[in-house]
């Protein structure tokens, strides 16, 4: 079982800046591929960005360039940093972990799930 833990959110106005924290707890950190989801007012829950177990990241279109997500192993975090933020950015936020240290875009494939923190950004 892995316990997640998401921070960070928060209202901002548009082309400003936020940084996500997800602390995760529970079993060995570098054998789970994490991911940041959201989900918007009436929307379905996207992907926005993973980080493979080894380090490697991928980003969904609408966020390359402005976002970033790392992970820091001996602390079991994962963070995203948010620059250049837009108002179709706001959503609320979900740290995933998937049991295995390759990464999906597909939100089925992750099995844990924080209890999301929520992002408005303002025009």
């Known amino acids: 079982q892995v316990q997640l833990v998401e921070s960070g959110g928060g209202l901002v106005q548009a082309g400003g800046s936020l940084r996500l924290s997800c602390a995760a707890s529970?079993?060995?950190?570098?054998?789970?591929?994490m991911g940041w989801f959201r989900q918007g007012p009436g929307k379905e829950r996207e992907f926005v960005a993973a980080?493979?177990?080894?380090?490697?990241?991928y980003y969904a279109d609408s966020v390359r360039g402005r976002f970033t997500i790392s992970r820091d192993n001996a602390k079991s975090t994962v963070t995203l940093q948010m620059n250049s933020l837009k108002p179709e950015d706001t959503a609320l936020y979900y740290c995933?972990?998937?049991?295995?240290?390759?990464?999906?875009?597909?939100?089925?494939?992750?099995?844990?799930w924080g209890q999301g923190t929520q992002v408005t950004v303002s025009s």
């Open positions: 980080v493979s177990g080894g380090g490697n990241t």
């Open positions: 529970g079993r060995t950190f570098t054998n789970y591929a």
């Open positions: 995933a972990a998937r049991s295995a240290p390759t990464v999906y875009s597909r939100y089925t494939e992750y099995d844990y």
